[in-house]
């Protein structure tokens, strides 16, 4: 199985970057973490980026707050799909990282999900993997059957409560 990239621009991300990697847990995704800053470390970002695929990677999350160039900068120097986070800071609430991670220019797509969307980065991750393995797929699905089953619980407890 191809294994999912997570980069960091800052050790501060981590609690949202815990969130991906506790997913990829949960569905068995081997995955790699590292600390990358587009604009303090780009050599090392750009090298991570570029031998990415020959190093079995399947995607790349890339996770970072602020100007957030991050997610682009990976994205310039891979055909891998890169998924950007971005993350909330408490200048701009994440505004900031939002806009830069999701206006790239045409010709270097980056998948965005929302501020803070450390889960929804691993499942399209998850998915994106799925695509040529059954296995995960079906992992995939049973999460999925899981998560409408506690909504379910959630309405018939309300139900209960509220009918009385």
Do not use: W
């Not at 909330?88 to 999900?113: C, E, H, K, Y």
Request: include cysteine.
């Amino acid at each position: 199985m191809k294994k999912i990239g997570i980069v960091m621009g800052s050790d501060s991300d981590l609690p949202i970057v815990k969130k991906a990697v506790d997913t990829l847990k949960e569905l068995k995704i081997p995955y790699e973490v590292h600390v990358y800053s587009a604009h303090r470390t780009p050599e090392q970002a750009r090298d991570f980026a570029l031998s990415a695929r020959e190093r079995g990677f399947g995607a790349i999350i890339a996770a970072a707050g602020m100007a957030a160039h991050l997610a682009g900068a990976i994205a310039a120097n891979t055909t891998l799909p890169v998924i950007g986070i971005p993350c909330q800071s408490n200048t701009l609430d994440g505004i900031d990282a939002l806009l830069s991670t999701v206006q790239m220019p045409s010709g270097i797509p980056v998948a965005t999900v929302a501020i803070n969307g450390g889960v929804n980065a691993a499942l399209l991750c998850a998915e994106i993997l799925a695509v040529t393995d059954e296995e995960l797929e079906k992992r995939l699905a049973e999460k999925r059957k899981a998560a409408a089953l506690t909504v379910l619980e959630k309405d018939a407890a309300i139900q209960k409560q509220l009918q009385d």
